[in-house]
């Protein structure tokens, strides 16, 4: 009887952080599409977790739309972006990350929450380049 509580009791811990971490993909999936990134999302926890094509911006566009968070576009491409809800990025995480940058010239970023993954703030999310 013990045994089999222990059982389901890890279970539901697994469930939980699951649940937790898709959450938080969402959210950032959410956050890339508002600013306009064409975003697909890799299920089954496969890495990386988010693929981000950013838009061609002109110039002039980034002067007119300064609210926006003109900096992210400075350099368009494809991002990678790897969600952690707790903000720790392992090392084989990171080596991986740097191995695609590398190979394929992408921009790699981790995306963790700046308070609770649940807050329904509007600046949450934060995004950072892995270099």
Do not use: H
């Not at 739309?65 to 790897?82: C, H, L, T």
């Not at 707790?86 to 940058?101: G, M, P, T, V």
């Amino acid at each position: 009887m013990c045994i089999r509580l222990l059982k389901v009791i890890k279970l539901k811990k697994r469930i939980n952080r699951r649940k937790k971490g898709s959450v938080f993909e969402y959210k950032v999936r959410d956050y890339l599409k508002e600013l306009g990134c064409f975003v697909t999302r890799s299920t089954v926890s496969r890495f990386p977790d988010l693929i981000a094509i950013t838009p061609l911006v002109d110039q002039i566009e980034l002067s007119e739309n300064k609210g926006n968070n003109p900096a992210i576009w400075a350099e368009p491409g494809v991002w990678f972006v790897e969600c952690k809800s707790n903000k720790y990025l392992n090392r084989k995480e990171k080596k991986a990350l740097k191995e695609l940058r590398q190979k394929y010239d992408i921009v790699p970023f981790v995306a963790y929450p700046r308070y609770s993954v649940y807050s329904k703030k509007k600046d949450n999310i934060i995004l950072e380049e892995v270099k």
